[in-house]
């Protein structure tokens, strides 16, 4: 069973960076495809940013594109996601994701999730 634990949120004024990470463990990952959704108050789960296990195939939302950068490290089985001159409308919990690399990068109604980790922009 796939387990995916976050961590690295926080509150952050505008113009900050945070760096986010996704501890993975439960299979081998190796045909997985990685991803960070994020979610707003009164708002649906949406698409940030996706990675292949192998560290191929990186794929943003265009609302962080330049911003964000997906990565990953295979000897520690953890993801992260690296926020810069992060802006008051990424105010979000984020969630990790793991599913099969041949399932759609941009449902939010696919594979396994972690619990979230709060990140607040504000100042």
């Known amino acids: 069973q796939v387990q995916l634990v976050e961590a690295g949120g926080g509150l952050v004024q505008p113009g900050g960076s945070l760096r986010l990470s996704c501890a993975a463990s439960?299979?081998?990952?190796?045909?997985?495809?990685m991803g960070w959704f994020r979610q707003a108050p009164g708002k649906e789960r949406e698409f940030v940013a996706t990675?292949?296990?192998?560290?191929?195939?990186?794929h943003y939302a265009d609302s962080v594109k330049g911003r964000f950068t997906i990565s990953r490290d295979n000897a520690k089985d953890t993801v992260y996601l690296q926020m810069n001159s992060l802006k008051p409308e990424d105010t979000a919990v984020y969630y990790c994701?793991?599913?099969?690399?041949?399932?759609?990068?941009?449902?939010?109604?696919?594979?396994?999730w972690g619990q979230g980790t709060q990140v607040t922009v504000s100042s």
């Open positions: 990675i292949l296990w192998s560290g191929e195939s990186t």
């Open positions: 994701n793991a599913r099969w690399k041949f399932i759609d990068p941009y449902s939010a109604g696919s594979g396994s």
């Open positions: 439960g299979r081998t990952f190796s045909n997985y495809r």
